[in-house]
């Protein structure tokens, strides 16, 4: 297969335009094993760290919209992943809460995820891994802060061990 022109490979964000395509391909593939999209797993990882929270506030920690959320819930309450209960102060809002099924599922999800990085990222060493996250939140919380401000930190980076399985899984809720 040819090459794709020196001048698109000199091109950073041609690059990262690439490398966003293989990276949604492997999570998409990964997470389809375990019968999850990106957006599920979002949601699960966001209530296992954050606990129970409201259908509005998993769609702005997520930037989904809340149309689409709804979508995404009924999937994860047909699997038993989560549970949706009126709120107690307001029986027209839901709050979202994990199940232990819904827990189970974001395990193997993450597992699933850091098989799909290890193949991904193979290439590159783990000090190469921590620059290239320190470097991608850096960028990300310059253009979006409401959502990676509180991660731009390149201390609070964790390094990505390859071929030790889920990173974050192992950590729980902090």
Not at 155 to 174: D, M
């Amino acid at each position: 297969m040819p090459a794709h022109p020196e001048s698109l490979r000199r091109q950073p964000t041609f690059l990262l335009a690439r490398a966003a395509t293989m990276a949604r391909r492997a999570c998409g593939e990964a997470l389809a094993e375990v019968g999850l999209s990106q957006a599920e797993h979002g949601i699960l990882a966001c209530l296992h760290e954050c606990g129970p929270l409201m259908q509005r506030d998993v769609a702005e920690r997520l930037a989904l919209d809340p149309g689409d959320l709804v979508t995404y819930l009924d999937k994860l309450e047909a699997l038993q992943a989560i549970s949706r209960t009126p709120d107690k102060k307001d029986r027209r809002r839901r709050v979202i809460a994990p199940t232990a099924l819904g827990d189970e599922l974001l395990a193997r999800a993450d597992d699933a995820l850091a098989t799909a990085t290890t193949r991904l990222l193979g290439p590159l060493g783990p000090a190469e891994i921590t620059q290239l996250t320190a470097t991608l939140t850096r960028l990300l919380g310059a253009h979006d802060p409401a959502h990676w401000s509180s991660a731009a930190d390149p201390e609070e980076v964790k390094s990505f061990s390859l071929g030790t399985g889920a990173s974050r899984a192992e950590e729980g809720p902090e």
